[in-house]
């Protein structure tokens, strides 16, 4: 089963996944697809608020903070990472229960970065936003290092996260039913 859709102009047919018995989604994976990471990266920059650095956390909205930042000739964006790296100074850290893992998850951000990030605009990136987890745990991140958070943006919001007056996003993903339908919210 697909769901078909066009996400920044581009038409792209995403595989429908189960989550539980009763709840499936539509994969969106930004991962190796060149053509609609800078189309949705173009559009989203296109509805951005000022800021100073983007931020994502790892691993999909890696592309994407990347590209954004290339095409808005950003020298610099951040990342949250899933797990502490040797070469980090320290870390700030947050944890996180996301829709598509399996387990709790914690999301760590190099005291480096954190000190760059005091007292300036950041812009959450993400691809897709779900329950919001992910989010929280990357805004914990941002207060805690001293930042402020200037925006959220995803290319696609699903579930509830289309109700958000906080988020910009491009399109709306809607959760599945297990034979394909659209599940009524």
Not at 82 to 97: D, H, I, N, Q, R
């Amino acid at each position: 089963m697909v769901y078909p859709m066009t996400v920044a102009g581009l038409k792209r047919e995403l595989p429908i996944c189960p989550v539980t018995d009763d709840l499936y989604i539509a994969g969106f994976v930004i991962f190796g697809d060149q053509e609609l990471t800078v189309a949705c990266a173009r559009e989203l920059l296109k509805r951005a608020p000022e800021y100073d650095y983007l931020i994502t956390a790892e691993a999909k909205g890696i592309p994407l903070a990347h590209e954004m930042a290339r095409q808005a000739g950003d020298a610099k964006y951040f990342l949250a990472r899933k797990a502490p790296k040797l070469y980090m100074t320290g870390v700030f850290e947050a944890s996180v229960k996301s829709i598509t893992t399996a387990k709790e998850q914690t999301l760590y951000l190099d005291t480096a970065d954190a000190e760059l990030m005091k007292g300036k605009r950041i812009l959450i990136v993400d691809d897709v936003i779900s329950t919001g987890e992910s989010l929280c745990a990357l805004e914990a991140l941002i207060e805690k290092a001293g930042g402020i958070i200037c925006g959220r943006m995803a290319v696609l919001a699903e579930g509830d996260a289309q109700d958000r007056e906080d988020l910009i996003y491009l399109e709306k993903l809607p959760l599945f039913n297990p034979d394909g339908t659209v599940k009524e919210l």
